[in-house]
């Protein structure tokens, strides 16, 4: 089915703190859900509407997330690259966050968004949860189902060899791929890349 998500997410700006509640920002193109097979969950969108994953190559988050494909060896120039690949990009909150944390209580009332945008794709194979606010936002959307994270507690470096699953899809537990940080912590840049590298071969093997 091809849909716009911005038709069908919206948020009732309540129960939430710390954002900037007027850049409200999902994604704005068609997609065609049955074809996209992982989504990458990000943390917030970018304080600028310019700078967002589906705005502009030239925006700062796209910049940076095309780098991480790249560095993973895969060819990509534009976010419709990506999508055509199977991938769709997404965050965990909505709108742009005011200072450097998101509260707690602000990811638990967008997980609400962000479990209704995950059910839009029925043949989802990886989740790819690109930091500490993406996976906790997972976490909630999970244990409220089953009582249990999805991804136990403890740095990213060390847990994300293991191999975790929701119903049978990949949960890779990876780190942020934008804002300036990516350029400089060269050690996260190397796992994004292997994080990349794996949910593509997932994605491979079960063509």
Same mark, same amino acid.
């Given at each position: 089915?091809?849909?716009?998500?911005?038709?069908?997410?919206?948020?009732?700006?309540?129960?939430?703190?710390?954002?900037?509640?007027?850049?409200?920002?999902?994604?704005?193109?068609?997609?065609?859900?049955?074809?996209?097979?992982? #989504?990458? /969950?990000?943390?917030?969108?970018?304080?600028?509407?310019?700078?967002?994953?589906?705005?502009?190559?030239? $925006?700062?988050?796209?910049?940076?997330?095309?780098?991480?494909?790249?560095?993973?060896?895969?060819?990509?120039?534009?976010?419709?690259?990506?999508?055509?690949?199977?991938?769709? /990009?997404?965050?965990?909150?909505?709108?742009?966050?005011?200072?450097? $944390? #998101?509260?707690?209580?602000? @990811?638990?009332?967008?997980?609400? /968004?962000?479990?209704?945008?995950?059910?839009?794709?029925?043949?989802?194979?990886?989740?790819?949860?690109?930091?500490?606010?993406?996976?906790?936002?997972?976490?909630? /959307?999970?244990?409220?189902?089953?009582?249990?994270?999805?991804?136990?507690?403890?740095?990213?470096?060390?847990?994300?060899?293991?191999?975790?699953?929701?119903?049978?899809?990949?949960?890779?537990?990876?780190?942020?791929?934008?804002? $300036?940080?990516?350029? #400089?912590?060269?050690?996260?840049? @190397?796992?994004?890349?292997?994080?990349?590298?794996?949910?593509? $071969?997932?994605?491979?093997?079960?063509?």
């Amino acid at each position: 089915m091809i849909i716009k998500p911005s038709n069908y997410l919206q948020c009732k700006k309540e129960g939430c703190s710390d954002i900037l509640r007027d850049n409200f920002m999902v994604p704005d193109l068609e997609v065609d859900t049955e074809k996209i097979k992982a #989504i990458m /969950i990000a943390e917030v969108p970018p304080e600028n509407p310019y700078d967002y994953f589906y705005a502009n190559t030239d $925006g700062s988050y796209m910049k940076t997330t095309l780098q991480a494909f790249r560095d993973a060896g895969a060819e990509v120039d534009t976010i419709l690259d990506i999508l055509n690949m199977g991938i769709y /990009i997404t965050t965990a909150v909505k709108c742009a966050k005011v200072g450097y $944390g #998101i509260p707690t209580a602000t @990811v638990k009332y967008c997980k609400d /968004i962000l479990a209704e945008e995950l059910k839009m794709f029925p043949n989802l194979q990886v989740y790819m949860l690109m930091g500490d606010v993406a996976i906790k936002a997972m976490n909630y /959307i999970v244990k409220e189902e089953t009582k249990k994270s999805v991804i136990p507690s403890g740095s990213t470096y060390k847990i994300r060899y293991n191999n975790y699953y929701y119903h049978g899809k990949r949960v890779i537990p990876s780190y942020l791929m934008t804002g $300036g940080n990516y350029l #400089i912590e060269k050690s996260k840049r @190397v796992m994004i890349a292997q994080d990349i590298r794996e949910m593509l $071969g997932i994605m491979n093997d079960r063509k």
